[in-house]
T-cell receptor
């Protein structure tokens, strides 16, 4: 059974700060997803990665397969980045995503 | 940009009643999913659907749940006899391939009284 753990649970930052959210998983996976959940509840896919690093705008996601660990970084954080960030893992041969509990990020102006 | 849509946005029902939650996945996607999120808890997988049949389901997805693709565009989740503990946000998602990014709908908030 794959367990997905995130840290920290809550994160408060000042506008402009560099943010890191961590995710670890317990078994081998085929892909790791980073998702953003807005206060209204909607979920947006940010990244799907199985190795290395991906960048989109101010967001960077990295994964270390050997260490079963992924990080999501936000550079030059902004109040509009305030949301819950969720990592989810899929195992080979399965479409099922196993979700972490999420990291609630608040960026203050 | 294509998106997944869900209706209704909020459904209130009495315990024991049947509800049908509707989703329109992205048109060229082949894999469809239902997830739920009980308030304050993490998102949980319910079921995946491909080629007009269930490809995977979780322990949560028991006999009171069913899914259907009644036509070429809609994907529905039916809960036959709702319980109080079915109150949650239900998300539909779709992907082109099983190993591709999943696109989520805005969710349906189900409240069972």
């Amino acid at each position: 059974k794959n367990e997905v753990e995130q840290s920290p649970q809550n994160l408060t930052a000042q506008e402009g700060e560099f943010i890191t959210i961590n995710c670890s998983y317990s078994v081998g996976i085929s892909a790791l997803h980073w998702l953003q959940q807005h206060p209204g509840g909607g979920i947006v896919s940010l990244f799907m990665l199985s190795s290395g690093k991906k960048k989109h705008g101010r967001l960077i996601a990295t994964i270390n397969i050997q260490e079963k660990h992924s990080s999501l970084h936000i550079t030059a954080s902004h109040p509009r980045d305030s949301a819950v960030y969720i990592c989810a893992a899929s195992q080979g041969g399965s479409e099922k995503l196993v979700f972490g509990k999420g990291t609630k990020l608040t960026v203050n102006p | 940009e294509p998106e997944v849509t869900q209706t209704p946005s909020h459904q209130v029902t009495q315990m024991g009643q049947e509800v049908i939650l509707r989703c329109v996945p992205i048109s060229n996607h082949l894999y469809f999913y239902w997830y739920r999120q009980i308030l304050g808890q993490k998102v949980e997988f319910l079921v995946s659907f491909y080629n007009n049949e269930i490809s995977e389901k979780s322990e949560i997805f028991d006999d009171q749940f069913s899914v259907e693709r009644p036509d070429g565009s809609n994907f529905t989740l039916k809960i036959r006899s709702t319980k109080l503990e079915d109150s949650a946000m239900y998300f539909c998602a779709s992907s082109y391939d099983r190993n591709n990014e999943q696109f989520f709908g805005p969710g349906t908030r189900l409240t069972v009284l």
